[in-house]
């Protein structure tokens, strides 16, 4: 649009001054005050054509000018989210470092309760004739959490595995506690069922082979399984408690 007024104007000046010149160059015996009218006008459209220019230059300044800010700001946002990728990044380092540092201080402390356990004898064994009711010559873990986490001692009384402790547990313990019995019994060659009574969970090994496995939380539930076996027989229980009734008992017999 403002193109088209600068080339109306331009045309309106071109006009004026054909008028003008035949006016002055061909001995026109018009009035003085046209002659000063169309001066006037020429002078007056010459001036609107200046301010036309001024005003298009202007503008494109303005508009340079808006596109260098932009480019500035553009660059400048850059900048500050090249420093925030930056500044997160490290951040991201610090908190890997931090968990770093907690999971070894941990690790050390679980080192450090292990260290601390007592130096036990091998496990004794001995000979049970015939069938066997109730476990006996067991050695029994105490720890705290359900999941063997922090070392609290041996049972004084391990066998026979049968254990009710309400809703209380071993050395003042209550919920969130784990206990592991392990012996090394004679068993009479045949087959021989096995029974485990508990509240929560637990996993019964025999012969270091997993035949149970209810480590799943739950009230008191009664498993049993059957296996032929002859000779001495590593049995080890493992035993979780979380909330609530906390009871475990162990028992074998021979049943052929």
């Not at 000046?13 to 009035?31: D, E, N, P, R």
């Not at 041996?154 to 969130?176: A, Q, R, S, V």
């Not at 979380?242 to 074998?252: D, Y």
Request: glycine residues 8%.
């Amino acid at each position: 649009m403002n193109k088209r007024k600068t080339g109306l104007i331009l045309l309106a000046v071109l006009m004026i001054g054909i008028l003008l010149a035949g006016f002055t160059g061909c001995g026109s015996q018009k009035a003085p005050d046209e002659l000063s009218q169309l001066r006037n006008e020429l002078a007056q459209l010459q001036k609107q054509l200046l301010e036309e220019k001024q005003e298009q230059e202007t503008k494109k300044q303005k508009e340079a000018e808006e596109a260098r800010m932009a480019q500035v700001a553009a660059s400048v946002a850059e900048e500050k989210l090249i420093a925030f990728e930056a500044k997160l990044a490290e951040k991201e380092k610090e908190d890997r470092l931090a968990q770093l540092e907690k999971d070894m201080a941990k690790l050390e402390a679980q080192i450090a309760a292990q260290s601390n356990q007592p130096s036990w004898p091998p496990l004794p064994v001995c000979p049970y004739p015939g069938s066997v009711t109730i476990s006996a010559n067991f050695r029994a873990e105490v720890y705290k959490g359900d999941n063997f986490n922090e070392y609290v001692g041996l049972l004084p009384d391990p066998y026979p595995i049968n254990f009710d402790w309400e809703y209380g547990g071993p050395f003042g313990l209550t919920n969130y506690f784990s206990v592991r019995w392990e012996g090394t019994p004679w068993l009479e060659s045949g087959t021989y069922r096995f029974r485990v009574r508990a509240d929560d969970g637990f996993r019964l090994y025999v012969g270091n082979q997993l035949l149970l496995d209810k480590w799943s939380p739950g009230t008191t539930r009664t498993f049993e399984v059957t296996r032929s076996l002859s000779g001495y027989h590593n049995v080890r229980l493992e035993y979780r408690e979380l909330t609530g009734l906390s009871k475990v008992s162990l028992s074998w017999e021979k049943i052929q």
